[in-house]
């Protein structure tokens, strides 16, 4: 092989590993849960109207319009009892979809005294479906899709957190 073509091959074949090592790393990335910037996890409970003990779960707060654009986006699993809480000013008609959402969610709606208006269990990824909250609601709070029931969550459940009339 003349000694131009063995570098031109060479190049070649570097250039495709290069190109092929970024897509990889590219690919990793956009897999991996986007974390608070804070790390940072605060409690909420859910006092069940059946009367069942309080269930507390750990979750995120999506504080700013870009968390609260991204949400549980790119997420391949969500743990038992954790979860992502979307706040807003004052009671509004919310609205949420599951744009690049990799896993099926339980999404509950708020009123601002921490009742749960309702729950739409099990989201389906990907969907860009609009999901209402077919009322006024201060929050949402998304959990892995199938716990409300598994849990016994249900609409009228009380949820405890700052966000929430006394902690407001």
């Not at 990889?24 to 859910?46: C, H, K, N």
């Not at 009367?51 to 999506?62: D, H, N, Q, R, T």
């Not at 954790?82 to 896993?103: D, P, R, V």
């Amino acid at each position: 092989m003349h000694l131009a073509c063995r570098n031109n091959f060479a190049l070649r074949a570097v250039s495709t590993a290069l190109f092929a090592f970024v897509l990889a790393f590219v690919a990793m990335i956009s897999q991996q849960a986007p974390a608070r910037a804070d790390g940072e996890y605060e409690q909420l409970t859910i006092e069940t109207a059946s009367g069942a003990p309080s269930l507390s779960f750990m979750i995120e707060v999506a504080r700013t319009p870009r968390q609260k654009a991204l949400g549980l986006m790119y997420r391949r699993s969500l743990a038992e009892k954790y979860g992502m809480l979307f706040s807003y000013e004052g009671e509004q008609e919310i609205s949420m979809w599951m744009k690049n959402t990799y896993i099926p969610l339980d999404m509950l709606f708020i009123k601002a005294n921490g009742q749960i208006h309702r729950i739409e269990a099990m989201t389906e990824p990907f969907s860009e479906r609009v999901i209402k909250s077919q009322g006024p609601v201060l929050a949402v709070l998304e959990i892995a899709g199938g716990q409300a029931q598994r849990l016994g969550i249900a609409p009228g459940d009380k949820v405890r957190h700052r966000f929430f009339s006394a902690g407001r």
